[in-house]
């Protein structure tokens, strides 16, 4: 459902404020016009229906989560601030039509709206990469949200953010990362019931070095489920 949605990039940001993560993980001072950046790098996107596309990546610093199969904790904490402006001009240094902006978990950083805005405004498909455990619904709509469902191995299944899903549509993704059976049939159920499919494309990924990719494609070849099967692109090259 998209009726009703909020101008994107409309809320501006013009005092100094504190964002405070919660559950005490970690505090990042957000400035007028700047975001925490952990690192500006082009690669292979490698885990949507754009993998194999090279991309730019744009990773913010900080996560309200802990997932226990985290491949990303140096962006906890790690970082430095660069203004909006700052952010578009390494990226177009790039010159690539695919921009992807990932973390941590890049909403806790009110200045990625703006940001993703102006790169759709410069041209450039813009992908997001988010938890789903935080509000999506001031999100550009021409951005591709790609949305986790946190499966129960993560051990951050009580974050998930369920209202989230009204903000989705055909153009985006929802993404399972799943660790092991009990993962699967939990990610089963929830496609089911809530008719997932039906609102965007479905992801189903293995933990990497976990679960073996067959076989997730035998269990979902088994149930004839509507979803698309992942991998990790960028560590199969070995990418980051
Ligand atoms: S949401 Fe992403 S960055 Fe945050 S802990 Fe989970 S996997 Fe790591």
Not at 219 to 228: F, Q, S, T, Y
Request: aromatic share 6%; glycine share 6%; net charge neutral.
């Amino acid at each position: 459902m998209t009726a009703g949605r909020p101008t994107a990039g409309a809320r501006p940001i013009t005092s100094r404020r504190r964002l405070t993560v919660p559950a005490g993980v970690v505090s990042v001072m957000v400035v007028a016009d700047t975001l925490v950046i952990n690192e500006i790098f082009r690669s292979i996107q490698g885990e949507s229906s754009y993998a194999g596309l090279p991309c730019v990546l744009v990773r913010l610093t900080a996560c309200n989560l802990r997932c226990v199969w985290c491949d990303t904790a140096r962006a906890f904490y790690e970082g430095a601030p660069m203004s909006v402006a700052d952010v578009i001009v390494k990226v177009l240094e790039f010159d690539c039509p695919l921009v992807e902006i990932t973390g941590g978990e890049p909403l806790l950083q009110p200045n990625v709206i703006p940001l993703m805005s102006r790169l759709c405004d410069l041209g450039k498909r813009v992908l997001l990469e988010t938890s789903g455990s935080v509000d999506v619904s001031g999100v550009d709509p021409r951005v591709v949200k790609i949305m986790d469902l946190k499966c129960p191995g993560s051990g951050e299944s009580d974050r998930n953010r369920y209202d989230n899903l009204r903000w989705l549509d055909k153009k985006d993704e929802i993404k399972f990362v799943i660790a092991d059976r009990t993962d699967y049939e939990w990610a089963r159920t929830q496609l089911a019931t809530r008719g997932l499919n039906t609102i965007a494309t479905v992801l189903f990924s293995p933990v990497w070095e976990k679960l073996p990719l067959q076989t997730l494609a035998d269990w979902v070849l088994a149930d004839n489920l509507p979803v698309r099967l992942q991998s990790q692109w960028h560590k199969l090259i070995g990418c980051r």
